[in-house]
């Protein structure tokens, strides 16, 4: 059970929000919208290992090849 | 005991996305598909030993191999497709998620059409 992936995406999602409002705050609104891609795309880059993991698990399991 | 740990995981899971929902709904969407995959991925280590030990009394009982295989990629298939569909329901897309099922539909057609046409030339060849 990786929980320390769940922390780290809530933890990445909540560092990302308060970034983003600061920025909006402080006037720089594309930085926000830049800085909330690209936590949205370190996350994706984090969950995608578990895709590939889940499908070779899946396809050698249920001899999908 | 596994169950405690999966329903404690799933738990946390379910509240950190709702707390994260009003602030960056992207966000929660990926948090929920990552622990969706960290469960799924549990369930399906535990299914390898169901499997190994079906295949173990298919092979006892004499029946051919390749049934249990297609029995078996018609499980993955379907739950890969469900797997699939609800994310796109969960991020909101009911459309996408209608369109990857009715896909899903069609590969396990492929898959099956041959079995059925084997099994209606034995039935045209019984009728005289």
Same mark, same amino acid.
């Given at each position: 059970?990786?929980? =320390?992936?769940?922390?780290?995406?809530?933890?990445?999602?909540? *560092? /990302?929000? #308060?970034?983003?409002?600061?920025? +909006?705050?402080?006037?720089? =609104?594309?930085?926000?919208?830049?800085?909330?891609?690209?936590? *949205? /795309?370190? #996350?994706?880059?984090?969950?995608? +290992?578990?895709?590939?993991?889940?499908?070779?698990?899946?396809?050698?399991?249920?001899?999908?090849? | 005991?596994?169950?405690?740990?999966?329903?404690?995981?799933?738990?946390?899971?379910?509240?950190?996305?709702?707390?994260?929902?009003?602030?960056?709904?992207?966000?929660?969407?990926?948090?929920?598909?990552?622990?969706?995959?960290?469960?799924?991925?549990?369930?399906?280590?535990?299914?390898?030993?169901?499997?190994?030990?079906?295949?173990?009394?298919?092979?006892?009982?004499?029946?051919?191999?390749?049934?249990?295989?297609?029995?078996?990629?018609?499980?993955?298939?379907?739950?890969?497709?469900?797997?699939?569909?609800?994310?796109?329901?969960?991020?909101?897309?009911?459309?996408?998620?209608?369109?990857?099922?009715?896909?899903?539909?069609?590969?396990?057609?492929?898959?099956?059409?041959?079995?059925?046409?084997?099994?209606?030339?034995?039935?045209?060849?019984?009728?005289?």
């Amino acid at each position: 059970m990786q929980i =320390e992936l769940l922390f780290r995406i809530a933890g990445i999602g909540i *560092l /990302v929000t #308060v970034i983003s409002q600061i920025l +909006n705050r402080t006037g720089r =609104e594309d930085m926000a919208m830049l800085s909330t891609v690209a936590g *949205l /795309v370190i #996350v994706l880059l984090m969950v995608i +290992n578990l895709v590939a993991d889940l499908f070779s698990s899946v396809q050698s399991i249920f001899r999908l090849y | 005991m596994e169950i405690m740990q999966i329903a404690a995981f799933s738990v946390l899971a379910a509240f950190m996305a709702l707390s994260l929902r009003k602030t960056n709904k992207e966000m929660s969407l990926v948090l929920s598909l990552g622990a969706g995959l960290v469960l799924l991925a549990a369930a399906v280590l535990k299914l390898a030993d169901i499997v190994s030990a079906l295949s173990e009394l298919a092979a006892s009982a004499h029946i051919q191999s390749g049934y249990l295989e297609m029995l078996l990629k018609i499980i993955g298939i379907s739950s890969l497709s469900q797997l699939a569909a609800q994310t796109c329901r969960d991020a909101g897309e009911e459309g996408l998620a209608q369109k990857t099922e009715f896909a899903a539909k069609a590969v396990l057609l492929s898959l099956l059409i041959p079995i059925a046409l084997s099994i209606l030339q034995m039935i045209l060849e019984v009728i005289p």
